[in-house]
Structures are given as structure tokens and as C-alpha cells.
């Protein structure tokens, strides 16, 4: 284990995230983990370290000093990047790129304490450690091991081009599906929603007209990341990583999980459309 990195700016949201923690939601505790899982697999990936380890996530704004000559990726909004960063450099997240979160690997993954086999940080269920300026972040792999002689830099792969709208995410009928009348679930489909600026790791809403919810109330029962609630305003409301584990909201659609990453990874403003699966 050697210390690599300095906090200079802990920017919005930044934290330590790998797969979560499923299998937990019974007892009340979120699944957390990185909010696009292939973005986070790519960063690791391009350090050859497994898929599983702990990575950087950043929403944006974050600054970090290089105090170790080391071998680093980046992946998400920010594009894939792996490059030997030298002592002194300087790595940020500006705010004003295409997507919304960024992952940054070490080798052998980021130090980090495990809860419940996880080290990802859960702020809302205050699990694990929030980043502060002046926090060292660690690498357990040899730092300087990983690229070849004389690589700067390498794009593996061509990501997603998170500028554009978010069109016809697939989703599944949600358990209170029949409850929603036909003018609701034809609003749900017929509109382009927008992403609000009250979104966060733990949902995003969504603006557009409203739809209405079913009447009366629901017994609270399991929410699953992507469940779409349907709240009394009628402005929808997307379950994440960080979501809760049990609500009272009816829930019109469940988004697809291969939509999830898509989904992360639109900024507020941007319009969403739904579609149903195929063969629903």
C-alpha cells in the first residue's frame, strides 16, 4: 500500500465506490456502488486490475495532486484515459463536460475499509469516510508497474457520447403497473421527461407534465435501483444506488439494468423518453 494522491478539492460527490453491497437491502442498507458500472470496469480494466476494485468516483469540480510517480485511469464523462502521472501533477474534473461521473483507477485498486465485503461510501447511510481536503489516497498494486516503457497515454475503446439526449430507455412493467389508469401510462410514455437539478446518487427526478398516481395509499414494500415511484406531485422519481430500500410510492416501470449506466450518465436538463421492453 503506498499513498499516490493528495485532495486538493474534494469537488461534488466525490468518493470511493466499487460494486456495492447486494444482498443487504433486506436489513435496510442501500446497494450503493458505482453509478456506471461500465465505466467503472473500463477504468480498471485499462490497469489490468480486477474488475471489482475500488475506484475514484467524481461528480465533478474534484482536484487531486499527484505526491507518487504512478499509473493512472480515467473513464466515464471524462473519456478513457490511462497515462504514468507524474509527482506534482495536477488531475481535475471540470464541471462542464458531456456526461456526468468520472472514475479514476490505481493499480491493484484504491485502499479503502470494507463494510459488509464493500468499500464503497455511502454518505445517506453513513457508511465509510468522506474525502476531505488533504485526504491521501492509497493504491495496493505497485504504482509505477502497470503501463508499458515509454506509454503515455491509450484509448482502448470508444465510449458513449453523453452529449446527446437520452432517447427510449427500456423499462419493464413496475409492480403497480395496472393501478396506473390508461391517461397516465399513456402520459408516462408520450413525453419527453427532463432531468431535474435535485438528482443525486440516491434518484434522479424527473420534470415533465404530470401523471397521476394511482389513488389511495400503498403499503410500503421493496424498492429495487431503477424502480420508477410515481409521488403524489406526479413527477417521477428514479431509485439509484443509494436510494431507499423500502417506499409507499407506486411504481409505474422498472428501467432495464442494461439502461442503468445510460441513465447515470445524463446531465440535468437533458430529456428522457421511455419505451417498453420488448415482448412486454
Not at 82 to 111: D, K, M
Not at 242 to 267: E, F, N, S
Amino acid at each position: 500500500m503506498r499513498e499516490v494522491l493528495e485532495v486538493n478539492s474534494p469537488g461534488l460527490l466525490t468518493s470511493i465506490q466499487d460494486g456495492g453491497r447486494p444482498g443487504w437491502r433486506r436489513f435496510g442498507i442501500p446497494p450503493g456502488g458505482a453509478m456506471d458500472r461500465g465505466a467503472w470496469h473500463t477504468a480498471n480494466r485499462m490497469l489490468h486490475n480486477a474488475l471489482d476494485c475500488p475506484v475514484l468516483e467524481c461528480l465533478q469540480g474534484a482536484s487531486l495532486r499527484v505526491i507518487e510517480e504512478t499509473a493512472v485511469a480515467t473513464s466515464g464523462a471524462w473519456g478513457a484515459l490511462a497515462w504514468t502521472a507524474r509527482p506534482g501533477e495536477i488531475i481535475e474534473f471540470p464541471p462542464s463536460l458531456a456526461g456526468v461521473w468520472h472514475y479514476l483507477a490505481l493499480p491493484g485498486g484504491i485502499e479503502a475499509a470494507h463494510f459488509l465485503g464493500s468499500a464503497s461510501v455511502c454518505a445517506r447511510a453513513q457508511i465509510g469516510t468522506a474525502l476531505v481536503k488533504g485526504s491521501r489516497i492509497a493504491c495496493l498494486g505497485n504504482p509505477a508497474s502497470t503501463l508499458p516503457a515509454n506509454v503515455k497515454c491509450r484509448h482502448p475503446i470508444q465510449l458513449e457520447d453523453y452529449s446527446d439526449a437520452v432517447d427510449a430507455m427500456r423499462v419493464w412493467p413496475g409492480p403497480q403497473w395496472q393501478a396506473f389508469d390508461e391517461a397516465a401510462r399513456r402520459a408516462f410514455f408520450g413525453q419527453v421527461w427532463h432531468v431535474s437539478s435535485h438528482s443525486d446518487r440516491t434518484g434522479y427526478r424527473l420534470e415533465g407534465a404530470p401523471i397521476a398516481p394511482p389513488p389511495g395509499e400503498l403499503v410500503s414494500e421493496p424498492v429495487r435501483v431503477g424502480s420508477v415511484q410515481v409521488p403524489p406531485n406526479g413527477q417521477p422519481v428514479v431509485t439509484l444506488h443509494d436510494g431507499p430500500t423500502v417506499g409507499g410510492y407506486a411504481k409505474i416501470a422498472l428501467v432495464d439494468p442494461a439502461d442503468l449506466d445510460r441513465l447515470a450518465q445524463t446531465r440535468p436538463g437533458q430529456s428522457v423518453r421511455f419505451t417498453k421492453i420488448p415482448g412486454w
